[in-house]
């Protein structure tokens, strides 16, 4: 059972649908802030499922329908943070002269907000590291965001296969540096030139044809 299970509760086959009522929207955005301000205070043990509920102003029976677990809410607040993060780079993208520059600097930029948050950081990172297979949507769901910050960087509407390989090579090495800096392992400046590195895949894919972004 994962951390904060609720006893007996099953998660939904795909919670991707039906689509949320504009009611239901709006607790879920409760219970997401929620989730991220007792993280952002005291890290993953803080995030209770019975104190979410009360800041979020639902019942406990309400919260567990929505995430059947810490886990699975920690996961689905980590897509939340993306996504604010997304949004917050497509209004000033990054300024790099190539492709390999503004991934970096996107991963940069998107790490320097978790670092503003640590607590918070460590809580949806350890979150992503105990998930199990039943955690698999929101884990799934988050890949495919990180992604797509990666390819709005890179300017690809179709990558190829080996450019979509370069992307998830990039995302373990961005993911192995959050855990390294918030173990106290690496500091900013080696995460820096981790990330710049590995970015540097990028430049052996250039000659594989994939269409601009003309977005």
Do not use: N
């Amino acid at each position: 059972m994962t951390a904060d299970a609720r006893p007996g509760a099953q998660p939904p086959t795909d919670r991707a649908t039906p689509p949320l009522t504009e009611r239901q929207e709006a607790r879920r955005r409760r219970i997401l802030h929620a989730s991220a301000q007792l993280a952002s205070r005291g890290g993953f043990e803080a995030v209770q499922m019975r104190e979410v509920a009360e800041a979020a102003g639902v019942a406990l029976g309400t919260l567990y329908r929505y995430f059947p677990s810490k886990i699975h809410l920690l996961v689905a607040t980590m897509q939340d943070q993306l996504q604010h993060m997304h949004s917050t780079l497509r209004k000033r993208p990054p300024a790099g002269d190539d492709a390999a520059q503004r991934v970096a600097e996107t991963l940069m930029r998107a790490f320097r907000a978790l670092q503003r948050e640590p607590h918070l950081a460590d809580a949806m990172v350890r979150a992503l590291t105990f998930a199990d297979r039943s955690v698999s949507p929101e884990v799934d769901a988050v890949s495919r965001l990180t992604t797509a910050i990666i390819l709005d960087a890179m300017g690809l509407e179709h990558p190829t296969p080996e450019q979509l390989s370069a992307v998830r090579v990039i995302e373990h090495t961005w993911h192995s540096a959050l855990i390294t800096w918030l173990s106290g392992r690496a500091s900013i400046a080696q995460v820096k030139i981790d990330i710049e590195t590995v970015c540097r895949l990028i430049d052996l894919t250039e000659e594989s044809g994939a269409t601009p972004w003309r977005g």
